[in-house]
């Protein structure tokens, strides 16, 4: 039977086909026909932001703690551009949305029309794909498409630009497609390949699992059959920032997270492998520290969706291309069906240094009666919410890394975080799409004063929803991660990393009609937690720490796996010291 309707019904049907049931956005004239459906319809939620970038984070959050597909509507121009930052932390962590946008009257476009901006063009860079749709025959069934490239293969942002007069235009709608899309990814690995690593994985007596976001990504599925196989071979697994969760943290065979300002352990046995298997991570330059000293005595392996990520920045000895849930699934068959092989005298050496490098407290910090140290704000967080139907959000900087440290995740999309591009004032919108998602649920957003102010305004988005996101600031009132750069690598000049004004988080918070608590005395820390999590409503947590805490284990630009600075290292270095 045929159904005729507008454009912009097409987009609401559309969504309520690919099971979409929270969209995030902001309106503007050339969206209007679009929100106009949107008001006479019940099935789908729209969340109205404070502004576009928020959408996206929100629609990030959304994605990433669901596994479903993150869905924003912004209007033309501005509305736009403003999603440009979300758009590029979506394409760098490889999130799933869509991003629905307005555009000036196709008769109209490039006569420089009031909030006329070149869309697809700007957001090319920085999109898995987009569309300027200009014949409304072709709009529905190119919303089907675009949930199908923005989910499939390695993920993405996609945007789908609509001019106001397609959206008012009337045309056949074209059912969710049947029809085989010219996008299909390879999911499954090659046999021989997987043959291959399983031979290389019997003879290993140093081996490692080097995990990252692709596991998550994968779904469910695929952290169960990595747990399976970590708990199969004995082999030691450690993490990218962005894989947390996908082993859990309470696992004996957990390192930690490795990188930049990962754990001793974890980093050691990077470089001290003779297999290192990559599954579903990027070699991101926060992992591999120097290149050519990166994990230098190792057989190379690495699994991953996405063909151009493989020799890209390390060339390896083996890749293999595919899902990765489907290629864990083959390597335990083959394993398996090979007689479980494992070069046990080896292992039992590789776990007895691996042992060693643990017993050097890479975590350690020294105490204080007086002031809240910001590790043991995280450690306080951690021991008064575990067991809880927790989601963690972040922002980026020294807090992001001291969470990631001291928070332990047991299972996957618990963890939002801003990965690849660090963007400041991710982790406040994305908080709110988590708790949209999950209306029951603790929700909190660990957070540095400086970053969340980049968001702030998502309190009154917070309030009109009931979302009781919990806003844990640690406030040192510097630019933390700039200002330990600038310590340690500029000769303590601290040009720009504090700001002068600051508001009373307590005030603002009550200036829109949520919660604020403070906290300074380490005392009175575990009681104002609790408040915090015993309150059904929004709250901005004003934890005031440490002003000048370093966050380590640091790999200093330059510096390969084995070369990590440690807090007692930290005063030699600055002076100009060479480390052992």
């Given amino acids: 039977m045929s159904r005729q309707m507008t454009g912009a019904k097409m987009v609401v049907q ?7 049931d929270t969209i995030f956005g902001y309106p503007g004239g050339a969206v209007l026909p679009i929100y106009d459906e949107i008001f006479q319809q019940s099935e789908i939620t729209h969340v109205l932001v404070r502004h576009e970038q928020a959408a ?56 420089d029309a009031f909030q006329e901006a070149d869309t697809v063009g700007i957001t090319r860079p920085c999109t898995k794909h987009n569309w300027l749709v200009k014949d409304t025959a072709q709009l529905s069934g190119t919303i089907h498409e675009a949930f199908h490239i923005a989910s499939s293969g390695r993920p993405g942002p996609v945007l789908i630009d609509i001019p106001k007069d397609v959206q008012f235009a009337t045309a056949e709608y074209s059912e969710k497609t049947k029809r085989k899309s010219h996008y299909q990814p390879q999911v499954k690995g090659s046999i021989e390949g997987i043959n291959d690593l399983v031979k290389l994985m019997e003879k290993s007596k140093r081996p490692i699992f080097y995990t990252g976001g692709g596991v998550i990504n994968s779904g469910p599925a695929a952290s169960q059959l990595l747990r399976e196989l970590v708990e199969a071979t004995g082999f030691p697994i450690t993490s990218t920032l962005m894989g947390l969760g996908a082993y859990p943290a309470s696992g004996d065979k957990w390192l ?20 290192m298997i990559n599954i579903g991570a990027r070699f ?27 020799n890209k920045v390390i060339h390896v000895d083996l890749g293999i291309i595919g899902d990765v849930a489907h290629v864990l699934e083959d390597i335990l068959k083959v394993w398996k069906s090979r007689g479980r092989v494992t070069e046990k005298e080896g292992l039992a050496k590789w776990w007895t240094q691996i042992n060693e490098w643990r017993k050097i407290d890479c975590l350690a910090y020294t105490g204080s009666e007086k002031t809240i140290k910001p590790q043991y704000a995280l450690q306080r967080l951690e021991e008064l919410t575990k067991g809880m139907d927790r989601y963690i959000t972040t922002e980026v900087g020294q807090h992001q890394m001291w969470a990631a440290q001291f928070l332990g995740f047991e299972d996957p999309n618990r963890w939002m975080t801003s990965g690849g591009l660090g963007t400041m004032g991710y982790g406040f919108p994305a908080s709110i799409g988590v708790q949209m998602a999950h209306r029951d649920a603790l929700v909190i957003n660990v957070a540095g004063e400086a970053s969340w102010l980049m968001n702030m305004q998502e309190m009154g988005t917070a309030m009109q929803y009931r979302l009781p996101v919990k806003q844990f600031i640690l406030n040192n009132e510097r630019l933390g991660m700039v200002r330990q750069w600038q310590e340690l690598l500029h000769g303590e000049r601290y040009s720009s990393s504090w700001s002068e004004s600051l508001p009373d988080f307590v005030k603002l918070a009550e200036a829109f009609g949520a919660k604020g608590i403070i906290c300074k005395d380490p005392a009175d820390l575990d009681d104002a937690i609790m408040e915090m999590i015993k309150h059904d409503g929004p709250v901005i947590f004003d934890c005031l720490v440490e002003k000048h805490e370093n966050c380590f284990p640091m790999i200093p630009s330059g510096k390969p796996h084995n070369e990590m600075l440690l807090a007692a290292d930290a005063a030699a270095f600055a002076s100009g010291a060479t480390l052992v």
């Fill in 14 to 20: 559309a969504l309520k086909d690919q099971g979409v």
């Fill in 56 to 111: 996206i984070h929100a629609a990030e959050g959304y994605a990433r703690s669901t596994g479903k597909v993150g869905v924003a509507l912004v209007t033309s121009g501005p509305g736009a551009t403003n999603a440009v930052t979300g758009l590029t932390d979506a394409l760098m962590d490889s999130i799933p949305i869509v991003v629905f946008s307005g555009q000036v009257p196709t008769f109209m476009i490039g006569s």
């Fill in 256 to 275: 930690g997270m490795l990188g930049m300002h990962g754990l001793y352990e974890a980093n050691m046995a990077m470089h001290d492998c003779d297999l």
């Fill in 284 to 310: 991101d330059d926060r992992i591999t520290g120097r290149v050519d000293a990166f994990s230098p005595k190792s057989k190379k392996v690495h699994i991953d969706i996405d063909p151009s990520s493989i």
